[in-house]
């Protein structure tokens, strides 16, 4: 049972144009989204998160949008670079009272920017 | 500041043998987590350790076990292994009750 999903496998987004991501959840009891970057044969690299009580977090070129109501967030990268060509995954977490916590992860998107 | 090491980059077994992966956690962070990723998916979460001790397990059968060391450091150990465990080990490391994990490169394993 895949919680969360990524229905876009790709995506190609001229240079200097918006580029944005698309994730859907499905356990309302996540409590924070993660983004994460990943180039062939590296391990994936954190890029932006957000809290489950916020609506929106900004770092730079990278927005992320959070609709709990729709059980939906979307990654907005502004403006798009060749650079940010890479597989795309979206991670939810929720923490045990333990502590635990793990990461549950989408199948990925992969993003072409165009030059 | 070195971050998440993983040794070794690449590993190939024969069915039935046993595998130790290494994982070396960002400097600061207290808790490891293991990732397997198969082709053409995201990562699944196999275990987390905090404190020398196995805290949360994923759906991952007991032939797959770990230790963490009073240094924070973690060992993934795989038992008889098959054809289906073929995949892309990742580590993680965080602050404990942080959600933000980093990861290591990988560690490819080839079952045969």
């Known amino acids: 049972d895949q919680q969360v999903k990524q229905n876009s496998p790709s995506l190609s987004v001229q240079e200097g144009r918006i580029s944005i991501l698309n994730c859907d959840y499905t356990n309302s009891m996540f409590d924070y989204f993660l983004w994460y970057k990943k180039y062939p044969a590296e391990g994936p690299t954190f890029l932006i998160s957000?809290?489950?009580?916020?609506d929106k977090n900004e770092d730079g070129r990278f927005t992320v949008f959070l609709n709990k109501s729709a059980k939906h967030l979307s990654l907005h990268i502004v403006p798009s670079q060749p650079g940010d060509s890479a597989v795309y995954f979206c991670?939810?977490?929720?923490?045990?009272?333990?502590?635990?916590?793990?990461?549950?992860f989408g199948t990925g998107t992969r993003l072409t920017v165009i030059p | 500041d070195a971050g998440v090491t993983q040794s070794p980059t690449h590993l190939i077994k024969t069915r039935g043998q046993q595998v130790t992966l290494r994982c070396s956690p960002k400097s600061g962070h207290d808790t490891v987590s293991w990732y397997q990723q198969a082709l053409g998916q995201g990562p699944q979460f196999i275990f987390q350790y905090y404190e020398e001790e196995e805290r949360q397990r994923g759906n991952f059968p007991d032939r797959f076990s770990g230790h963490q060391f009073p240094n924070y450091s973690s060992e993934l150990n795989v038992n008889a292994l098959l054809l289906g465990d073929s995949a892309l080990y990742l580590c993680a490391s965080s602050y404990n009750r942080v959600a933000e994990q980093y990861f290591g490169p990988g560690t490819r394993l080839t079952v045969t």
């Open positions: 957000i809290s489950s009580i916020k």
């Open positions: 991670a939810a977490s929720a923490f045990l009272r333990t502590g635990a916590n793990n990461l549950f």
